[in-house]
């Protein structure tokens, strides 16, 4: 990867939809050696995905949680079905396996406090395999974004 490979992420994960033409201008080179260079991108799996990034608030999901999650027990098959049930989860937006105090912190977004609780039950106090978590509900985000320092 050189610095035109860069220049080319930098400018599509500020906005996927930029145009080859203007892609090409930006990085000083040809449109078709824009798009072999995206296309390698995309095979070699750079780039992961191009989507969309929805405001939660129009969608009526007002409530994020992060919460952090300890296990009961170290059994391989049950640390499996924890990242199965957590990875499939539409509620469940990040989900990390962590070094620390706890297991895994998961953000999870939800309608309202009550839906939280929903969420809380079928997913934490339904799991016999988890032994606590903590929530810390978001009070206002002050930045988020899916850009890489490039």
């Given at each position: 990867m050189?610095?035109?490979?860069?220049?080319?992420?930098d400018l599509c994960q500020k906005n996927a939809k930029t145009s080859v033409q203007t892609l090409a201008e930006a990085a000083a080179i040809s449109t078709a050696?824009?798009?072999?260079?995206?296309r390698t991108l995309r095979q070699t799996g750079v780039i992961k995905r191009d989507v969309a990034i929805l405001d939660p608030k129009p969608l009526g999901l007002?409530?994020?949680?992060?919460?952090?999650?300890?296990?009961e027990r170290d059994r391989l098959d049950q640390i499996d079905?924890?990242?199965r049930k957590a990875r499939e989860d539409p509620q469940v937006t990040h989900f990390y396996c962590i070094a620390g105090e706890a297991d895994f912190i998961l953000v999870i977004m939800a309608k309202d406090i009550a839906g939280y609780e929903k969420f809380t039950h079928r997913f934490f106090f339904a799991d016999r395999n988890v032994r606590?978590?903590?929530?810390?509900?978001v009070v206002s985000t002050e930045k988020a974004t899916s850009e890489l320092p490039i």
């Open positions: 050189d610095e035109i490979d860069r220049k080319l992420l050696s824009v798009q072999r260079r995206m007002d409530i994020t949680a992060i919460v952090s999650v300890e296990l079905a924890f990242k606590k978590f903590r929530t810390s509900i």
